[in-house]
């Protein structure tokens, strides 16, 4: 059987096989990949992506573990994209979010990839956004990622998600002041973790705070409404409230074509990106054949040529190459 | 003003540098305790002590000196032996020859499907029934545990924490049925259940249900059976997995504290609980240091207890068992293991122990032969009969270092226990996963000791013996065990009155919400023959099941390591590695079946992460189904099998299996650490493992052997 098909066929060992290889820093395997991935966007699932995002420790990968063990009880496929931030000094790390994940990761309609964020945004790794694909192809019926890292939020919703959810914990309000801008542009939902025991009060609080700081955003006229949610993944409450209102955000979005535009956005995006590393990469390699550069700043060193001349004459140079 | 004695001093100090040439500022030595130990001890060392009041004597406040006036001048302190294994009928054969031969207590080590609340049928043990300890899943077994030995004369200690209610409730039950009132049973469960979250790992429910039973154990046991103490507050686990001296006193300690606060919290008189409260330490090999804190602890736990309230004198009295240390023990050249036993020995009786267990030389190779068993027993014997230790009390008393030691060992240990008292004490601190991390990280600096040399063991490190002796090895068939106890279940849940079992499991559930006392219903639903498992999990439907989530420690071992060679050597061959592959050498490190050994697999995932390779490290407790999916989705080069509860045989096999089901092509590597007993090697390379690490393995060059292994397998399969 082709590599394609058992992705499709949903292939335990092929899916991981298929990540390991968009993943991969190996030149080879980038060609591979930009293949693969080709391949399977002609065979696109029905995946939703949803992203949770949040400082270390509000309880991301537990939420994950008792949202997810809600949804696979009612029969739906879950892919789980987790990545994380313990990447060392060395650059090894200990890849710890599945012992918070124990009993989704024993179920059959589970696939879950823990991989090294490699420290290069705190957030996204290189292959994120393929091995989603990859999961689609496969018939996940949600798409989770898992990344720290708030200042990423951007990123992530314009490149990644369908849905946008940040997690925070009790308390955490009052640094909203500092970046409400920002957050509340780009989440779509806020979950309140941790509303539980002694902590419930201040996350009853927390709530409030950031519902009058999402009240001071302007939608766009038919985007769907940004959501506050109180939950505890610990004691598994408020689950029904985030399916629900993730559906609400989806059917709505669906309906004012905000979701394909946003996925169209997306695209757009991806080849940009795309372009600019093909481009970058042969500028640097035209950079360092040619050569002028070196000589023209000897050249602004010995005061034969002003610098801003020596810039414009390497450009015109490389750029005729 | 020149006294005499700074004179002497002044002269000696000459000395000893022209005898070291070494300035006598560095010559000071640093225990892990961060403690620095002076070349000589003088009479100003012991003015001006903190906590020991040197004109105190023996069985007097703060009792530094020990709990009795007499000590081993009147009676020796009892020598009780940790033991148990496979069926029932075979560990009472075991005791009762044991007791002919001059053991004079008893000490119950059960099974590890039993500790976590699994009857031996549960498809979740199937490795593990009487593996490391014995099986109990009824009364019925109970019974038979104490068959010919007397309830109402045998003192009788039980290691049990999570399964603690059906497993005392069977032992109540069991001397009811030998006519045996239980105000008569005498002995001691350990119910330390905040230790378990910590290091040990056989809890069953989330602390807070956790510790309202252990406070309604206390609170019944000291109405209903005043010769029994209801908990054996414990530090041995902490050190045994990696705590320095300090952390394990205060540790304790502060375990201590909680748990006298949760029985005041059922409107008990501290007076009515505490002089049944017991302690137990480990006896580890750095020889003084272990004396000193037998000593600090009583101290301590005076002062504890005074600020408490307490009146009552024998409430302020620490009182503890001893055990030697089982990590201190090695593999390799194991008779040498027989001296180590008798100095730690030698140190827990200087320190004032009420009883001791002292290990078998083939502690870290399997459960002990009757012969290995035998020389552990008489290691005291000799002690007790032929030393004359037993012959003074505190006999270390005044020295200058031993006191000094003592005292300083106390502050020490005060400031991490006034440190817990302000974060609110031991429960949120063991939530927050703190006391583990930094027991995690102390026990990785002493790995990273032994590796790199700074520290000798002797046959591991250095001074090798060329020629390993054979030794006999205790073989347990846990298949035939567990053959054995499942008909046994059987046989009792067909003859039993489901109904009455029902109606006392119902009752039980009932009482768990509302909060009343659960020992009092789990007798009766075990006299009525429900089993362990049965009102394990009756609770488990209110309080639902504990997963600890940890947190591991980087850097630590590595840092110890900077510029080293061979450390450098396997970091540069994982970054050629990550170049040619397009990704680190990613191993997955697993914990399988109810083992809950988890300081090699930490210690071992920590340092290879230090060394460049990304580690998913595996929740406790997985089955090898779990194992073999998590390492096909993470696509990980390697496993590591950790696996020191005897599992092995069964569990290994069973992850091959399960590979192969999920990729019949899978190249995944598959190596195994742990105790596994040499006969064990061949069977475990059929089934196509790599390669084995066993005790005291060397974790740089473990890891270079995987990178090996990874790498060849790669260009073979190219
Ligand atoms: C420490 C210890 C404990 C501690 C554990 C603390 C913890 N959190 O880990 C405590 C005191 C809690 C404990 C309790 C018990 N223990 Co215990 N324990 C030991 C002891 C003394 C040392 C183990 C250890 O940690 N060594 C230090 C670490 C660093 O070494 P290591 O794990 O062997 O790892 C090294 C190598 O093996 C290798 N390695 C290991 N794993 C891996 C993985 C990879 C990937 C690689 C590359 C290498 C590698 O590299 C490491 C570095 O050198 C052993 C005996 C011994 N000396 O080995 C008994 C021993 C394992 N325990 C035993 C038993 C029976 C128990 C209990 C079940 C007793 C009972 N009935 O109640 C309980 C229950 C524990 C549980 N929940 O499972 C038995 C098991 C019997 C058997 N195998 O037949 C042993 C062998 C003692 C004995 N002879 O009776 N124990
Ligand atoms: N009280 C409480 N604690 C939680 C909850 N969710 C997670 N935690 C705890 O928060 C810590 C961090 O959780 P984790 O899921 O690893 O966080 P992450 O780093 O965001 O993935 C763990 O100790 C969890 O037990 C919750 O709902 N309530
Ligand atoms: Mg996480």
Redesign the pocket.
Known sequence: MQFVEKIVKGERAAIAKAITLVESSRENDKKESRKLISELLNKPGKSIRIGFSGPPGVGKSTFIESFGRYLVEKNYKLGILAIDPSSQITGGSILGDKTRMIEISKNPNTFIRSTPSRGSLGGISIGTREASIILDAAGYDFIFIETVGVGQSEIMATNLVDIFSLIVGPGSGDELQGIKKGITEYADIFIVNKNDGDLKSEASKTASDYKSAISYYKKSSEAADKEVLLVSAIEQTGMEKVIETIQNIVLQNKKNKNFDERRAKQFTYWIEEEVREIIQFSIQNKIKEDGSISKFSQKVMDGEIQMFDAIEAITQNLQNK | MKTKNSENYTKWQKSFEQETKIDLNEASSETDEGIKIKPVYTKADIENLSFVDNDSLPGQLPYTRGPRASMYTNRPWTIRQYA?FSTAEESNEFYKKNLKSGQKGLSV????PT?RGYDSDDDLVMGDVG???VAIDTVEDMKILFNDIPLNQMSVSM?MNGAVLPVLSSFVVAGEEQNVNKNLLSGTIQNDILKEFM????YIYPPDPSMKIVADIIEFTSKEMPKFNSISISG??MQ??GADNVLELAYTLADGIEYVRAALSKGLDIDDFAPRLSFFFAIGTDFFMEIAKLRAARTLWYKIMKDFGAKNEKSMILRTHCQTS??S???KDPYNNIIRTSYEALSAILGGTQSLHTN?F???????TDESARIARNTQLILQNETGVTNTVDPLAGSYFVESLTDELSKKAWEIIEEIESLGGMTKAVKAGVPKLKIEES?TKK?AKVDSGTRVVVGVNKFKNPKEPKVDVRVIDNNRVRDDQIKKINDIKASRDQKAVDKSLAKLVIAAKEDSNLLACSIDAIKNRATVGEVSKALEQVYGRHFATSLSVSGVYGKHFEGDEDFMNVAKKVNSFEKENGRRPR?L?VKMG????????K??ATSFADMGFDVDMGPLFQSPKDVAKDAIENDVHAI???T???GHKTLVPELMKSLKQIDPKSKIVV?V???IPEQDYDFLYENNISAI???????IE??ET?IDLISDKIHKDN
């Open positions: 148990g080590a059960f099974d590890l500790h593996k490391a300890g290691t290091v040990r790992n056989t041995y686990h045994e997995a089982g990590v023990l090695t593999e078998s083939d502690e870290a190779i399997a459960l002990p026990a790995q191993v490190i109810q083992d809950g050994h988890d300081r090699g697999a210690i071992v590591g099998v950790s020191l509860a005897a190596f650490g742990g105790v690490f066993g005790p005291g393995s060397n974790i473990s890891a995987v």
